[in-house]
């Protein structure tokens, strides 16, 4: 009779047991399988499916050489920068432009040489400069052209008429500056995206010709060189 009692009573501990386990032992099961799950949906994605990707769709984007073809061309774009001087990247910036389109290293350096000097009207050195000079020493220095006239008024003159869109870089550009008077009594040399450069009366530098007072002044262009 009593050991009939003590295997029930074993028996009941028993299966209390179990049941108490359970629980533990599908939660423990769970979070494993769940990080089998996340672990394999990862490297799905990155490892084992190198070849493509799970758009938000779900579906499989190829990738297949877009990487490799985006590193290629990031190497390669690397490495084309690195042939590019100091002075180029300056410019650019100030140009707003890309810098394998500054490819006129006299003309950057000239800028460079000059660029800051302040304005004196009559000037024609780093001690001062005026605008006329400026555009004159640029375009003889520059373009080799010793032909074009001493003052602004001359130089508009001496140039030939273009439209605004025709504008290239060594281009003049003339405008305004005195009252209300529409007489020549400014020039610089245009560049490119609208940028010029030219002696102002801050110094030597560059500007934009859609700026709201270069855009009211302007006169009109003119061209010295052969066309490109």
Not at 45 to 53: E, F, V
Not at 163 to 191: C, I, N, P, S
């Amino acid at each position: 009779m009593l050991k009939n009692s003590v295997f029930a009573l074993s028996i009941l501990v028993l299966a209390a047991s179990c049941s108490s386990l359970k629980p533990a032992a599908s939660k423990s099961s769970a979070g494993t399988a769940a990080t089998q799950q996340s672990s394999i949906e990862f490297i799905d994605n990155i490892a084992i499916r190198p070849a493509s990707h799970k758009d938000k769709t779900g579906g499989s984007i190829p990738t297949a050489g877009l990487f490799s073809g985006q590193t290629e061309a990031s190497h390669s774009r690397t490495g084309a920068l690195e042939n590019y001087s100091a002075l180029q990247f300056k410019f650019a910036i100030l140009e707003d432009a890309m810098v394998e389109d500054l490819n006129n290293l006299k003309l950057l350096s000239f800028m460079d040489y000059w660029y800051g000097t302040r304005y004196r009207y009559g000037g024609n050195t780093r001690d001062g400069i005026d605008c006329s000079a400026f555009a004159y020493l640029l375009i003889s220095s520059v373009y080799n052209m010793s032909e074009l006239p001493r003052m602004a008024k001359d130089q508009y003159v001496a140039s030939r008429r273009i439209r605004r869109d025709e504008l290239q870089e060594g281009d003049l550009v003339f405008f305004h500056t005195l009252g209300k008077r529409k007489a020549v009594t400014h020039v610089g040399v245009y560049l490119r995206n609208n940028k010029f450069v030219h002696a102002s009366v801050s110094g030597v530098m560059i500007s934009d010709m859609n700026d709201g007072y270069y855009d009211k002044h302007y006169i009109g262009a003119g061209r010295v060189l052969p066309q490109s």
